[in-house]
């Protein structure tokens, strides 16, 4: 009795499940839909032929142009300092910076002066010796030979008192120079980098008092790439023909730090003369003038020292196309829009840099549209959809075909 009622259930469930693949297996089959493959949505942008001027990034540290030592040429105690004569401070051409103990110059003026009048009377005497010895001989007819022999020995002491003039003038104008000499005055119109001195100290000659520099003009050295120098097309000077100074790259300046806003204008001027030997850099020096007038757009003066960027202005290419980086494959290839699906298009890349690719085609692909979005396993003919744009609709098999002009 209890295996019936174990065996009855399990043949219940063998029937079922044949009946249902009986029913699986004579049923109609469903009807396959085919899948169709969405377009891949990019962004595009035309093509327009255009000129394209370089631009060569580099950066550099602000020098003076004319720096100079301010040393003293002869001793004393530093009396006075202009108020001008401090770091940062400017100063105009002849100004008197500082002023040293003029009193030993003076004094030896004065003994200067004395010892020159004394040889001029020195000499006066024995011009008036040789005059009293001409007459004598004059008066005896040149008969006698005493006279004449006064006459022969006074010329050698004149010729000595005119030298010992000459050696006391010689003195006394050095003593004048020197006390000349005791009030240091400025080169050039220009600003003081270091005051190493200050009133009170004693000073010698060779004593650096201080470090000036001219403000006419800075100087900013650029080292660049031996590419990035052949895109600047800089006239060479050779020692028969100087470089022609309209040709020099012009260059706009600014701060790498502080106010960004900052911008001075500048010109290559010349190039080094040797390349770097560890980096086979070229270096190219430009100039900026008057760089510490205050002006609209400059807060801050320039300082010795300072780090600046450069956009030096470099070859002009014609008839380029301008692209993204993005729209460019491995630096050869683009990738055009063409009825809705790709088109491998080879290029020539003449110039780039992070953000912009500066290209030539072989074929003129001016208005063009050309895919920004990046694909780098796109293929010809693949079905591609602008984003913002509906899909093209394909044209049916019976359609008629457009004439071809």
């Given at each position: 009795m209890n295996i019936k009622k174990i065996i009855l259930p399990l043949l219940v469930i063998a029937v079922g499940i044949g009946v249902g693949k009986f029913l699986i297996a004579t049923g109609p089959e469903a009807e396959k839909q085919p899948s169709e493959a969405r377009p891949v949505i990019v962004e595009?942008?035309?093509l327009k032929l255009r000129d394209y001027q370089v631009t060569v990034n580099a950066s550099g540290?602000?020098?003076?142009q004319t720096q100079t030592n301010l040393v003293a040429e002869v001793s004393g105690k530093v009396l006075e300092i202009s108020a001008d004569f401090q770091e940062g401070g400017y100063f105009d051409k002849n100004a008197t910076l500082l002023k040293l103990d003029p009193s030993n110059y003076t004094n030896a003026i004065t003994i200067a002066e004395g010892d020159l009048a004394q040889k001029q009377l020195t000499l006066q005497e024995q011009q008036a010796q040789a005059k009293l010895?001409?007459?004598?001989?004059?008066?005896?007819?040149g008969n006698a030979s005493r006279p004449q022999s006064d006459l022969a020995a006074r010329r050698p002491h004149i010729a000595a008192a005119q030298a010992a003039i000459n050696a006391a003038d010689a003195k006394l104008q050095q003593e004048k120079l020197n006390l000349n000499r005791t009030r240091i005055t400025a080169p050039y119109r220009g600003r003081v980098q270091e005051k190493r001195v200050d009133v009170g100290q004693y000073v010698t000659p060779g004593t650096v008092l201080g470090v000036i520099y001219a403000t006419d003009a800075v100087e900013v050295h650029l080292p660049l790439s031996l590419a990035q120098y052949a895109l600047l097309n800089i006239p060479e000077a050779f020692r028969n023909k100087a470089a022609d100074a309209a040709l020099m790259p012009?260059?706009?300046?600014?701060?790498?730090?502080?106010?960004?806003?900052?911008?001075w204008q500048g010109q290559v001027v010349r190039s080094s003369a040797a390349l770097d030997e560890k980096s086979r850099q070229m270096t190219v020096i430009a100039r900026i003038d008057n760089p510490y007038?205050?002006?609209e757009g400059v807060s801050a003066p320039l300082r010795i020292g300072q780090y600046v960027s450069a956009a030096i202005q470099g070859k002009l290419f014609n008839n380029v196309y301008v692209l993204p980086s993005s729209a460019v494959r491995q630096g050869k290839e683009i990738l055009l829009l063409q009825d809705g699906k790709v088109v491998v298009q080879p290029i020539e890349l003449v110039w780039s840099t992070e953000s912009e690719m500066v290209v030539r085609g072989e074929a003129d692909l001016n208005d063009k549209r050309v895919i920004t979005t990046p694909l780098p396993q796109a293929t010809d003919g693949q079905a591609v959809q602008v984003a913002?744009?509906?899909?093209?609709q394909a044209k049916p098999a019976d359609a008629p075909q457009e004439p071809k002009p």
């Open positions: 595009a942008q035309p540290i602000v020098q003076a010895a001409q007459r004598d001989w004059n008066l005896l007819d012009k260059v706009n300046f600014r701060p790498t730090a502080g106010n960004l806003q900052d911008t007038e205050a002006r913002g744009e509906k899909k093209p």
